[in-house]
């Protein structure tokens, strides 16, 4: 199995990123699928979850700001992050969660700068 992310990086106060996760391994369209940060010395976060189904959920702190998709031909799944803020800054983890299992990528950091 495994849950590959990239896109992270440095940005300006107001900026955009987007983060992808590659998935294998797996039955990807049988999975919930979630963006979850965490920040230094903080909890893991989860910031958007996208369902089997379809239906998107976000933290208040991003809702309007970040969007989540997915492509389940391309076993893939997005995070669209736009007016970024330095609270913002964190490393970034794609988590799928099943009904008997659940996995996690290595995560990528993303970095404001204000």
């Known amino acids: 199995v495994h849950l590959v992310e990239s896109g992270g990086g440095l940005v300006q106060t107001g900026g955009s990123l987007r983060l992808s996760c590659a998935a294998s391994?797996?039955?990807?369209?049988?999975?919930?699928m979630s963006w979850v940060r965490q920040a230094p010395g903080n909890e893991r976060e989860s910031v958007a979850t996208?369902?089997?189904?379809?239906?998107?959920n976000y933290a208040d702190s991003v809702k309007g700001r970040f969007t989540i998709f997915r492509d389940n031909v391309k076993r893939t799944v997005t995070l669209q992050m736009k007016s970024l803020k330095p609270d913002d800054t964190a490393v970034y983890y794609c988590?799928?969660?099943?009904?008997?299992?659940?996995?996690w990528g290595q995560g990528t950091q993303v970095t404001v700068s204000s």
């Open positions: 988590y799928a969660a099943g009904y008997w299992t659940d996995y």
């Open positions: 391994g797996f039955t990807f369209r049988n999975y919930n």
């Open positions: 996208i369902t089997t189904g379809g239906f998107t």
